[in-house]
Nanobody, 121 residues
């Protein structure tokens, strides 16, 4: 079992920057996949960025060049550096892991509780 806890959300002016962090607890093994999703008000949850322990990254088109995802050295944390923020980036941001070992042994990925990011125009 893994628990994910996000931090770093808040209110920021358009054009500003914010860094989100997510830390995994509840297990002793490392994670080979971590990702950030977001759910804007009234919309569906969407993938923002994901990273593997091998360093592979993937970004939504809407955040390419503005956001950067990185996995922590111990492979139990992930950060999302966000810059040039826009009002349309306003959403609840969720951390998730689809670690292959967890998927194989528990049949599911794990989500954090989410952290609110609000970008004021």
């Amino acid at each position: 079992q893994v628990q994910l806890e996000e931090s770093g959300g808040g209110l920021v002016q358009a054009g500003g920057s914010l860094t989100l962090s997510c830390v995994a607890s509840g297990s002793t093994f490392t994670l080979d996949h971590m990702a950030w999703y977001r759910q804007p008000p009234g919309k569906q949850r969407e993938l923002v960025a994901e990273v593997t322990s091998g360093g592979e990254t993937k970004y939504a088109e809407s955040v390419k060049g503005r956001f950067a995802i990185s996995m922590g050295r111990g492979q139990r944390s992930v950060a999302l550096q966000m810059r040039s923020l826009k009002p349309e980036d306003t959403a609840v941001y969720y951390c998730k892991t689809d670690d292959p070992y967890l998927l194989a042994t528990t049949g599911r990925g794990y989500w954090g509780q989410g952290t609110q990011v609000t970008v004021a125009s």
